[in-house]
C-alpha cells in the first residue's frame, strides 16, 4: 500500500457479536459511566500519555534486543485469543506449563499451518488504522461501520500459538476510539500499569520476536499528537511515510510477520508405522499395539504416524520426474528422469569447480533450463535431504516411490561440508544412514528449491523437569521441537547441566522416558535435525546445549536390522543403526510435538 492510503483506522470497544463501537457509541452506550471515565482523575494527561507510549516503544526495542542477545523469551501474559481459534485446553503460552498427568503436562499443541491475513481498516473518523484476522469481524465493520474504509489483508500472522511464535496483544483506547498492538510483555505491562484508559482486549494474533526464514519485519510509526500508531510490513510504505510524513514518529520493528515462504515448524515423520519394541526381547514386533508394547513404552515412532505425516504432491501440473513438493514443509525437489542429463542413475564428484561430472556443473545446468519455472535450485542440507527418507521401507530407496519415481537406492551427495576436512556429508538411501566422505567419490544428486533456513533458531524457556532451574528448555524455531537442555542423569542449575550423564540400554531408554511425564524419545530425524556439522565434539550448539554429552544418543526409531535401533553419533554428528544391548545417552524431547 502507498502512502497516499494512510488516511485509513481504528475501531472501538468490542461488543459481544464482535463488531466495533465507536467513540460516540460507546459513550451513549454506557452513559453516564463512560462520561465519568473520561474525567477520571487517574487518567494521565495528554503529554504523560504521549510520554509513556513513547517509553513503551523503548521497552519493545529492548525486549526485542535482549532476545536476540539472550534467546530467552519472556514469559507471555495469557489472554484470550480474539480471532476465537482453539489454543487446546491446557495451553499456557509458547512454552507450556506444568500439569497432574501426562495429557497437562504435554504443553502447548503444535497447530496446523495458520498463516492467515491480518485485515486492515482506515477509521475516517480517527485517521487510525484498525487490523484484525478475524473474517467475522471484518465483515462485521464492513456492514455496520461505514466510516470505516477496508484497505484489504496488511500482512499475514498466526490465528493460533505455533512454536516460537509470541501473543500480540490488544489494547482499546477509550479516550480516542483507537486499537494499540504490541508484541513486547513489558510494553503490555507498561501500559495496563500506567494508562487506565487502555482497555486490554486480548490476543490479536502471534507473530515472532526474531527475524529468520519466513518472516518479514513489522514496521511501527507513532503519531504524537494524535496518540495512536500505524503498522506496516511494506518497505517502501514505511521509506515513504519517513520521507513524506514528518508527523508519523517512526519507531523501528515492532516484530516479524510471516512472509510469503513461511511454513508451520515440523520435522517430518520417519514413515515407521508398525515396527514397535516390547519389553523382554531384543528385536522389534509388527503389533504396536500390544501391552507389552505399550507398557514400555506407548510413544514409540510407529505410535507417532500421524504427526507430521509425509506427504507429496505435483507442482503446478508439471510431471512427478521434473518436480515435487513437500506438503508439510513446502520445499520443491527435483524430479528423476529414467535417461538423459537428468537421470536417476548418474553420479556426480562434489569438488565444487565447475567442470563437467561435478555436482556445481549439474546444478548450473538445471537452473539454466528453468526447471518447473525456478532458477535458484541447489543441493539441499542433510537435515532437509533426511526428510525425504522412509525408515520402514525395506527393499529399494527409502523413499515414497510412487512420489519419487526413478530413484536409484544408493548415497547422495548433501551440501554440507565436514568440518575440519576435505570431505561433504552424504545419506545413504539403501539404509538411511549419514556419514561423510570425499569430495572426489561419484554419488547422486536431488536438487531442492529454495532458500536455506536462517536466523537465530534457539530460544530459551522453562517446562517442567524435577530438579531442573528455570530456563531449562531450548525451543527449536526452525522445527518447532522443545527439547531438554542436559542429558538424562544431569540437572540444570540456571546456567549450566551439573551432574553426569547416563547411558542405558535401548530397553531401558525406552523405559525411562516413559516415566517422565510430558517428555519423549525422539525419532531419528528429530534427533539429527540438531546436529551441527559446522563444528564437532560435539556437533551441537553448545550455548543451548552446554555440558558434557555421551558419544552416542538412541532415538526411538527402528532399523531394518532386527534388534538394531537408530543413533546419533555426538563427536561428529553420523547417523548410524546399533545393536539395542549398547549403551548410549539420551536427550528428552517434548511430548506435545
Keep these: 500500500l502507498g502512502v497516499v492510503s494512510l488516511v485509513a483506522c481504528g475501531g472501538g470497544a468490542e461488543t459481544s457479536d464482535g463488531a466495533k463501537r465507536t467513540r460516540s457509541e460507546t ?7 463512560g462520561v465519568e471515565l473520561a474525567r477520571d482523575e487517574r487518567i494521565p494527561a495528554a503529554d504523560e500519555t504521549i510520554a509513556q507510549l513513547r517509553r513503551g516503544a523503548q521497552l519493545n526495542s529492548e525486549e526485542l534486543a535482549q532476545i536476540a542477545k ?6 507471555p501474559f495469557d489472554g484470550k485469543l480474539l480471532s476465537g481459534a482453539e489454543q487446546g485446553s491446557e495451553q499456557s503460552g509458547p512454552m507450556g506449563n506444568a500439569g497432574a498427568d501426562k495429557a497437562k503436562a504435554m504443553g502447548p499443541t503444535k497447530s496446523a499451518a495458520s498463516r492467515v491475513p491480518v485485515f486492515r481498516f482506515f477509521n475516517n473518523n480517527t485517521s487510525a488504522h484498525f487490523f484484525t484476522t478475524s473474517t467475522a469481524e471484518r465483515d462485521n465493520v464492513q456492514a455496520t461501520l461505514p466510516f470505516m474504509s477496508y484497505e484489504g489483508p496488511a500482512f499475514y500472522s498466526s490465528a ?4 516460537g511464535l509470541s501473543p500480540v496483544h490488544r489494547f482499546y483506547n477509550t479516550q480516542t476510539g483507537v486499537h494499540f498492538y504490541t508484541i513486547s510483555e513489558a510494553e503490555r505491562a507498561n501500559v495496563a500499569a500506567n494508562l487506565p484508559q487502555f482497555n486490554y482486549e486480548g490476543v490479536a494474533y502471534y507473530a515472532s520476536t526474531l527475524a529468520g526464514t519466513g518472516y518479514v519485519p513489522l514496521y511501527r510509526f507513532f503519531y504524537g499528537s494524535k496518540g495512536f500508531h500505524f503498522y506496516t510490513n511494506s518497505l517502501s510504505e514505511r521509506d515513504s511515510i519517513i520521507a513524506s510524513l514528518p508527523q508519523y514518529s517512526y519507531e523501528g520493528v515492532g516484530y516479524y510477520v510471516l512472509g510469503s515462504d513461511w511454513q508451520t515448524p515440523a520435522v517430518p515423520h520417519t514413515g515407521v508405522t508398525s515396527q514397535c519394541f516390547e519389553s523382554g526381547r531384543v528385536d522389534m514386533v ?5 501391552s507389552n508394547v505399550l507398557n514400555l513404552n506407548d510413544e514409540q515412532d510407529a505410535h507417532r504416524t500421524a504427526v507430521n505425516p509425509m506427504s507429496y504432491s505435483a507442482v503446478n501440473g508439471f510431471p512427478l520426474t521434473s518436480c515435487v513438493k513437500d506438503n508439510l514443509t513446502g520445499m520443491i525437489w527435483e524430479g528423476k528422469e529414467p535417461s538423459g542429463v537428468r537421470a536417476g542413475t548418474l553420479s556426480f564428484t562434489h569438488l565444487g569447480n565447475g567442470s563437467p561430472g561435478d555436482v556445481s556443473a549439474y546444478v548450473s545446468m538445471v537452473n539454466a533450463q528453468n526447471l518447473c519455472g525456478f532458477d535458484d535450485w541447489r543441493l539441499p542440507t542433510v537435515e532437509e535431504l533426511q526428510g525425504l527418507l522412509n525408515f520402514e521401507t525395506y527393499t ?3 523413499i515414497a516411490a510412487a512420489a519419487f519415481p526413478n530413484t536409484t537406492a544408493t548415497v547422495y551427495w548433501t551440501s554440507e561440508l565436514k568440518a575440519g576436512a576435505d570431505r561433504a556429508w552424504w545419506i545413504d538411501f539403501s539404509q538411511g ?5 570425499a569430495r572426489s567419490s561419484l554419488f547422486s544428486v536431488r536438487l531442492v528449491h529454495g532458500a536455506v533456513w536462517s536466523g537465530s533458531r534457539y530460544v530459551v524457556g522453562t517446562e517442567p523437569y524435577a530438579g531442573d532451574e528455570a530456563n531449562n528448555a531450548v525451543l527449536d524455531r526452525k522445527t518447532g521441537l522443545t527439547w531438554r537442555r542436559c542429558m538424562q542423569g544431569q540437572a540444570w542449575a540456571g546456567n549450566t547441566c551439573t551432574g553426569a550423564p547416563e547411558t542405558f540400554l535401548h530397553q531401558a531408554a525406552l523405559s525411562h522416558t516413559n516415566s517422565q511425564t510430558g517428555w519423549r524419545l525422539p525419532n531419528i530425524k528429530e534427533l539429527a535435525s540438531l546436529v551441527d556439522r559446522t563444528t564437532q565434539a560435539p556437533a551441537h550448539d553448545q550455548t543451548a546445549f552446554p555440558g558434557s554429552t555421551p558419544d552416542y544418543l538412541w532415538s526411538s526409531t527402528p532399523s531394518w536390522q532386527s534388534g538394531y535401533a537408530w543413533n546419533v553419533v555426538v563427536d561428529s554428528g553420523a547417523v548410524a543403526y546399533n545393536y539395542r544391548l549398547n549403551e548410549m545417552g539420551i536427550r528428552l524431547v517434548r511430548m506435545s510435538q
Design 396 to 398: 529399494g530407496a527409502r
Design 286 to 290: 509388527l503389533d504396536c499395539s500390544t
Design 27 to 33: 459513550s451513549v452506550a454506557e452513559g453516564v459511566e
Design 160 to 163: 493460533t500459538t505455533v512454536p
Design 433 to 437: 544412514s549419514i556419514g561423510h566422505g
Design 70 to 75: 539472550t534467546g530467552i523469551l519472556p514469559r
